[in-house]
Structures are given as structure tokens and as C-alpha cells.
């Protein structure tokens, strides 16, 4: 087989149709969450997507045994293409740094150091292609006094202070439910890569970027951290379901005959509609409830209040009420009814999907929106080395029989 410099198969592009980053040949070693989602943003954006993995497959596939880990890797990694690499064999090396050669984006999320006690370090790889964006994200980042410290997103939540903000006053701290950190890295890390790409458009040189998860998640406590400049040791720690600063009130999660609804007033013309709807004009020159100051000082009367109105009705009849006095309002839904969710479906940002191996599933599209151009089609996340042949035999140039002797020697 000859040299080829053609791409691997690509996205499968909707004809005629040219993404953003169509072209764009991303190689992504990274695994789990933060690094597999900034590459998935990539490759719903158009760009080819090589994930690389060890024989066993990267740590998220391998969890698919415990049980329900097998859809988030299908969430995160459609519209790739699946290879399989020894990175602690030299041929293996050698194929990467192939790869390299004729990529624009290289993205991983091992701890610091690991690529350069490989070999294949930013620097290393640099050298090879100079136009390479090399991205990488960990834990606490490549300097600084925490920079060995293993990191996973609940570590993450407890030092980064979003666990001491998360629970009730009077009860131990509690992680959040979602994944915060990672995916608040992943995004970053999306950023970060994109605004290299963006110069390596004006000067044609690539560069190093990096995200840590702990620098990615701070900005997200700044009602806390609000709090905590205005009233020092006398701020509290943790607020329930009520607003972080204590700035707002009604903010809170009221009862419901079937459930829960989250209420929010940010301003004095909101709580006003809210009177309205639950028929107590009567209290509008109250006050205790005049002005968003005199609530926040009278929050348990207004919190109260509320409950004694919604406690009688079904959370979705309350929040339609709500909504259509322009009142911010939602029902605190089961995971169940979110992914039925009609607005996501309708934008295609959830979409049902008939996997090979999942059956039929819903995933999620990109939450970014190019104007003017569709949503790429979802492709099924891959087998464990199912573009093996594509890549380092079609792209790449290898023989048949060159594939087979680095399958037999552990290479691939």
C-alpha cells in the first residue's frame, strides 16, 4: 500500500455542506469526561476525531462492566474514529508521532508529566509539526505545588470549595450531582485549543495549552465568593437551595402536590406577579415584601408563604402559571422526563438513536449552534479499534502485512 496523504474518513459531512472545522484532523488521547467532551465539540463541529486508545480500552469503556458507563462513552464519542495504540512500545510511538505529523490538534488529559516520560511530550511532538495545538487538562495543572495530586471531579469538588458550598447549613457538605468540574474543564479546554487555532490562522505556529480542573471551576462560585468579601467568617458556608449571596428572595424549591418547582425573583415586578398569581395582592404594600432587601430579611415568611400556595397545586401547572407572568419558574424534573425533554428534541441538541451496541438511546447533539449550517449527523461511538485499518493503513500508508505484524507484536 502506498503512501497516502489523504484524511482518514471524515465526519460524513452533510453534502455540500462546510463545517467549522471541517479539515481539521484532531488526535485525542485523553479519556473519561473532560478531555473526550472538549474532542466531541470538535467533532460535531466537523472535525475528524482519531481516538486513540490502549488495548483495553480508555478508562470510561472499561467501566461499561460495573454498569452505566456504557452510554456516557456513547455520548461522548460519536462521530469519532476508534484506534487502538501500544504508546509503551517504539513502533507505537513511531505511529503516533505519524499521526502527528499531518494533524493540526492533539488532546490528552494524563497527569503531568506522562507524555514526556513516553517520549511524546509537547515539546517532542512540536518539533515534528510545528503547527500542532497541543491541549491538555489535569487536576491542578502542570505547575504549581499540587501539580502530582491525582485529581477526579469529586476530589475536585471538595478542593476546589464547591462541595462547602453545596448542602444545608445545619448538615455535612454534599458533592453536586453533575460532573461540575470535568465538564467546566472540558469546556475551557475546547477554548483554549480554539483561540490557538484561531492564531495559528495569523501566524501559522502552534502552541501549548492547558486547563486545570481547578482553575476551570472557581469562577462558577462567584455569588459565594460574593458573600464571602462582604461578610467575612459571618458569611455562611452553605444555603441549601436558596440563592449563594443570600441576595434573593423567594429563591428557593417550594413543595408541590407531585413534587417539587424552583421560584425565582430576581426583581420587585416579579414578586409582584407572583402575588398575583397566587392571589395575594392584598400583600403588595407589605412591607415586609416590598423591596428585594426587606424580603431577603423577611425570606422565611416570604419562603412561607410560597409554599402554602404551591403545596396545593402539581409542579407543572405552577410553573405554567409562573411562566406566562413572566415569573423565572421550573419543575424540578427526574432525569426521566429530561431526556424527553420537547425543546431539546426539537433543536436536535437530544436526539433518539439506534445504537449497535446500546440499542435505541438518546444522546446529546453540541450545545453550540453554527447559524445557517445543520447539525451534523450522530455517529455511533465505535468499537474498541474498529478504524484501526482506515487510519494507520489508509491514512497513514501501512501495508496489510505490516498491519498484521504490529497487531501481532502488540503494537496496535
Not at 506522562?114 to 487536576?139: C, F, H, K, M, Q
Amino acid at each position: 500500500m502506498e503512501n497516502s496523504q489523504t484524511e482518514p474518513l471524515t465526519s460524513k459531512d452533510a453534502p455540500g455542506q462546510a463545517y467549522p472545522l471541517s479539515g481539521i484532523t484532531v488526535i485525542d488521547l485523553s479519556h473519561v469526561y473532560n478531555g473526550p467532551y472538549a474532542t466531541f465539540l470538535m467533532a460535531m463541529a466537523g472535525a475528524t476525531v482519531i481516538k486513540v486508545e490502549p488495548h483495553g480500552g480508555e478508562h470510561l469503556r472499561s467501566r461499561g462492566d460495573m454498569g452505566g458507563a456504557d452510554l456516557p462513552f456513547a455520548m461522548l464519542n460519536s462521530n469519532k474514529q476508534a484506534v487502538t495504540l501500544n504508546l509503551k512500545t517504539e513502533q507505537g510511538k513511531n505511529l503516533l508521532k505519524e499521526m502527528v505529523a499531518r494533524a493540526d490538534i492533539l488532546v490528552e488529559n494524563f497527569a503531568p508529566g506522562v507524555t514526556d516520560r513516553l517520549g511524546i511530550g509537547p515539546a517532542t511532538l512540536l518539533e515534528i509539526n510545528p503547527r500542532l495545538i497541543y491541549g491538555s487538562s489535569s487536576g491542578y495543572g502542570k505547575t504549581g505545588p499540587y501539580r502530582d495530586y491525582p485529581a477526579m471531579d469529586l476530589v475536585m469538588q471538595a478542593m476546589s470549595g464547591i462541595m462547602s458550598i453545596t448542602g444545608y447549613p445545619d448538615q455535612p457538605p454534599v458533592k453536586a450531582g453533575a460532573a461540575m468540574c470535568d465538564f467546566s474543564a472540558g469546556i475551557h479546554l475546547y477554548a483554549a485549543i480554539m483561540t490557538a487555532l484561531y492564531e495559528r490562522e495569523r501566524t501559522g505556529k502552534g502552541r501549548v495549552v492547558e486547563v486545570s480542573m481547578q482553575d476551570a471551576s472557581y469562577a462558577s462560585m462567584a455569588s459565594n465568593l460574593g458573600m464571602l468579601h462582604a461578610r467575612g467568617a459571618a458569611a455562611p458556608s452553605r444555603t441549601g437551595n436558596r440563592h449563594g449571596g443570600l441576595g434573593i428572595s423567594p429563591y428557593n424549591v417550594y413543595k408541590t402536590t407531585d413534587g417539587y418547582v424552583v421560584i425565582n425573583a430576581p426583581g420587585d415586578q416579579h414578586f409582584r406577579s407572583i402575588l398575583d398569581v397566587i392571589g395575594r395582592q392584598d400583600l403588595k404594600a407589605d412591607p415586609r415584601f416590598l423591596t428585594r432587601s426587606s424580603r431577603v430579611a423577611n425570606m422565611f415568611a416570604v419562603d412561607e408563604l410560597l409554599e402554602s400556595w404551591t403545596s396545593q397545586h402539581p409542579k407543572q401547572a405552577i410553573a405554567d402559571r409562573m411562566l406566562a407572568a413572566a415569573v423565572p419558574c421550573a419543575p424540578v424534573r427526574e432525569l426521566s422526563e429530561v431526556i424527553v425533554d420537547k425543546n431539546m428534541h426539537e433543536r436536535g441538541s437530544l436526539q433518539w438513536f439506534d445504537h449497535p451496541e446500546l440499542g435505541r438511546v438518546v444522546l446529546p447533539h453540541s450545545p453550540l449552534r453554527f447559524e445557517g449550517t445543520p447539525l451534523l449527523p450522530l455517529q455511533a461511538s465505535a468499537p474498541l479499534g474498529a478504524d484501526n485499518h482506515r487510519v494507520f493503513g489508509d491514512w497513514l500508508g501501512h501495508t496489510d502485512e505490516e498491519l498484521e505484524e504490529m497487531t501481532q507484536a502488540g503494537v496496535i
